[in-house]
Every structure is written in C-alpha cells, then in structure tokens.
C-alpha cells in the first residue's frame, strides 16, 4: 500500500501545487520515498526523473546552446555555392588577339555576336580570321569585318575556352573549372551535390545514431565533416570538390540530426515545440552572415575557408556534449544514465535521488527487447521490402502517403528555389539573401503563434496559397514588362519565402499527425527523401531554364506550390472518408 499512497501524493503534488513551474514540481527527494531494492515510488516515466534533475536550468540551456552550432554550421555549407560560384561576365578566349594585346573592349566589340537583349552570347564568336585581324589591326578590322571574315559561313561558331572579367571577382568555382555554356550543368551539380549529402546522411546516420549512441556519431561526423571541408578548399580538380561538398553535407547532415535528437530527448513534450523552434533559429543568423562574409571575402578558396570555421565551433562537442541519457538508459545502460543525470541535476543545482535507487527505476524503464524470430535470409530480405513499400500497397495509407511525397517534394523544390533564384530576378545578390535570413526568423516566429490558433492543416494550405500566389505574379510581370521595379520582385520572392519556409516546417509536423504510431518514422523517413530530391532538382531548374526563359523557373516554382495546395484538399477528403469507414 505505500505505492499506492505515494502515486496520491505524487498527483496532488503535480496538480495542486502552489508551484505552477514544472522545473519546481520535485521540491525533495522526500517526496519519493527512495527504496535500494525495489526502486523509487511513482517515478515511471524517463520524463519524470527530466523533472527531477530540472527541465529549465543552467545544464539544459547548455546542452540546447551546443546543440544548436549544428544548425548554425550546417547553413553555411547548405546554400553557399550562389557566392562561391558567382559568374562574372566572359567571352570567347581568342589567342591571337591576346597575344596582340588587345584590350577587352577590343576582343569582345569585335568577335562577340549579340545575343537576346544588349549583351553578348559569351558562348560563341563570329567566324573571323583572328590572325589575320591581329596582323591589320583593330581599326581596320572593325571598319572591314569583311576583309576577315571566313567566306561562305558567316554563323557564329562555338568557343571551347573563354576568358572571365576579374576585375570583381579574382577567382570563383565557375572561373577556375569554366561552368558555362555547354559545362553550365556542371555548376548546378555543385549545389545538388550538397542535397545529395544531406540525402546519403539522413538515410546512413539515422541507423548509426540509434546503433552505438548519439555522442560518438556526433563526434565522429565533427571531425569527418572538418576534415571534408577543409579538403574541399584544396580541390585540385572540378570532381574532387563536387566529392568533398558532398561528403562534408553527408558528415554535417549527421551532426545536425544527432543534435536535433539529442535536444528532442532532453525536454518534456509540452517543451519540444519551443525547443525545436530555439534549435533552428540559429540556422537563419547564419543565413544572414552568409553574405556578409562573402562580400568581403571574394576569392573562393578562401571563402570556403571561411564558411568551414563554423564548423570549428562543433568541436566544442568534445568538451560539452553528454551521451544522452535517455538512449544510454533504452540501450540497457542504466549505471552510465544515472552518472549523466547525475550531473546535470548537480549542474542545476537539483538534490537527486540515491544512484542505486534511481538506477533500480532506470533498469524498470528500459523497454523489453524481444526476440525476433529467425529464419531464411530471404524470408528477412522480403519481410523488410514488405514493410518499406507498405505504405504504398495499404490501400488506406496509398493516397495519402503520395500526396505527402509530392507536397514534401514541392516545398523542397519551391524553397531552395526561391532562395537562390536571385540572379533570374535580377536583385542584388548579397540584399536579397541578407533579407532571405531575416525572413526566415520571422517566419519562425509567426508560425509558432499562429500554430496556436490556426489548425495546422487549413495553415498549410494558406501558406502553399501564399507561396503560389506571390510567384505566380512575379512570373506575369517578368514575362510582360521588360523593365520591373526591383524593390517589387523583392518584396513578392520574400513574401514567397516566407510562406514556403512556414511551409516546410509545418509538413513535418503535419505528415507525423496524419500517420498513426508505428508508421509515423517510416513516412516521416520516406517523405524527407522526396524532400532531399527535390533539393537535387532545384538548382537545374535554376540554372539551366533560367538561361533560356528568365521567368521559367518562377513558373514552375508557382504551378509546384499550387499543386502542393490542391493535393491537400485531397488528403482532407481521403482522411475524411478513411474515418467515416473506421467509425
């Protein structure tokens, strides 16, 4: 009976304490009653000992500061490649009136043929007799462009070198491999590169961090990712630095999701909200310092030299970072959770319960592993296949499951999109990723107090409303006017953004509530690899429909959003009809 009567003085302490903090609701280890042998009355719950050794003091705020440099590190290498491969102007390399010490103005007035607009087609030359021009001079040449000219063809002709205005930008990624015209793919595979890490680094880590624990993965991808970062600086050649951006997104992408379970771990539930918002927060401060740091850092080399310290910040994990102990103890590590939790209640300056006694409670809340059973390989292989597809061959989870591939596809696409599409809009480059990291921080904040009044379904379809609307009309004024306010694309691609990012963060929580429990990580898991696809596509659309048509990728971005809108209406009715049939 004195359980019994300890659980009822647990509950009148938890509801009629005059205390209304829950970091004070365990004044005293008395209020336990701790027993050697069978453990410490009422304490159930892993959240009950977090309330014990406190949920809001010193060592929480430490662990949640430290965790978050991952978010911090991990901007830096996710969105960079716009400023480490920044394209100035270029024109065919003519070597016979560059030996003739032609000046720029020279080569580029008289071999460049005009493309759309008032520039020059940088990608082709007219079919001139450069020797011959070196040799009479520019005057002669330029007034009797005749006398030089190849008879019966008078088509430009292709260039397979071109020369780089450096009077801005020294050295670039695009300047030192020459990622245009025909090798221009070849530039957005930079940036796919970096989603193709994160993609490899979600679906390797996930396992490894379950597997041997979040500390020694974090760790290890500290020091990988480092060591990848600092090689990607010395690449010698143009696949040795798309392998290295790929590897150092793989390692960083590994930190950022052991941190993001460490934090996740160590709060209560009525907490997580909030702590997940304070952990991402620091990825939009270092959206912002990212062109700060590129404008007065130009060289490449050295600007990814610069993007790498951040990273350096992470190896204060090696000092500070616990092993969290809610995994030590699921693990079947009870002694070593008792010595993390230890220290933390010390740290916060909480009385903790007796080793031995906590312990006893620990081991009764270390879940049963049972035993799976053995058989065939190929009964394992095909049982595993089984439930992979699952989702897909369950007819009440088919519809809905590829909407959210389609919707976390899109806002992928659309996010990274809009970006780092400030070239096609024609806005400064530096403003407008400046102000793209003050609108995230003001998306974050929006979101978390309109979450509190706004259903989270009728929010995402107002933000993918939003993001279609906005686009959609910078779309229609860059296809009929020539001329467009710069300050008016600005504020409609922000406007876009801050929809898209509200967006992004609300699919998350959006897929886990339409999934029941124990296929909540298998969707969640499957959607984010759509997600990391849609990453890889982005920057070709960018890139390489942005060359032919300036709106084309505007166009697409909006008929994605209003797709992602639609399909949601969708996914309402069928979980409509679902519960109708259940009921």
Known sequence: MPERKMDT??????????????????????????????????????????????????????????????????????????FLGVTPNYWCHIGPLVDANWTQHQIVSLSMPRGNGSGWD????????????????????????????????????????????????????????????????????????????????????????????????????????????????LAPVFLFYVIMKTLVTCFINGVYTGCFVQVMELCSRSQRSLVATVFVMPWAFGYMLIPVIAYFIRPWRWLQAAYTVPILLLTLHFWLLPESPRWLNSAGYPKKAAEVLSAAAKANSRVLLPKKALMVSLNSMIPLRTEKPRGKISHVITSNIRHLFSLITDSDFRVKILICYFCWFGVSVVYSGVSLNAENLSVNLYIYVFLGGVIEVVSYILLGFMLRCVGRKSLLISVYLLCAITISIIATLLAIFDKVSVGLIMFLSLSGKLAITAGFHLVYIYTAELFPTNYRSLAIGQSNVMARTGGIVSPYINDLLGVVISWGPSVLFSCVSCGCWLSLDAARDERNRFNRRKD
């Open 9 to 82: 003085v647990l509950q009148k302490e938890r509801t009629h304490s005059g205390d209304s903090n829950p970091n004070n609701r365990y004044r005293s280890i008395l209020d336990f009653q701790p027993d050697e042998a069978v453990g410490v009355a009422g304490l159930e719950k892993f959240e009950d000992v977090l309330e014990i050794i406190g949920i809001r003091g010193p060592w929480n705020f430490t662990i949640i500061f430290i965790c978050s440099l991952a978010s911090f590190a991990n901007v830096f290498q996710a969105i960079t490649y716009e």
């Open 122 to 233: 940088g990608c082709t030359m007219n079919n001139y007799n450069y020797t011959k021009a070196a040799e009479i001079g520019y005057n002669a040449s330029i007034e009797n462009p005749d006398s030089i000219a190849i008879a019966g063809d008078n088509a430009p002709v292709p260039c397979l070198v071109r020369d780089f205005n450096t009077t801005e930008y020294k050295s670039t990624v695009v300047t030192e491999w020459d990622l245009v015209c025909e090798r221009r793919a070849f530039y957005s595979t930079t940036q796919a590169a970096t989603q193709a890490g994160s993609l490899i680094g979600f679906m390797v880590f996930g396992y490894f961090l379950d597997r041997f624990g979040r500390r020694p993965v974090i760790l290890a991808c500290v020091l990988l990712s480092l060591v990848s970062s600092v090689a990607s600086t």
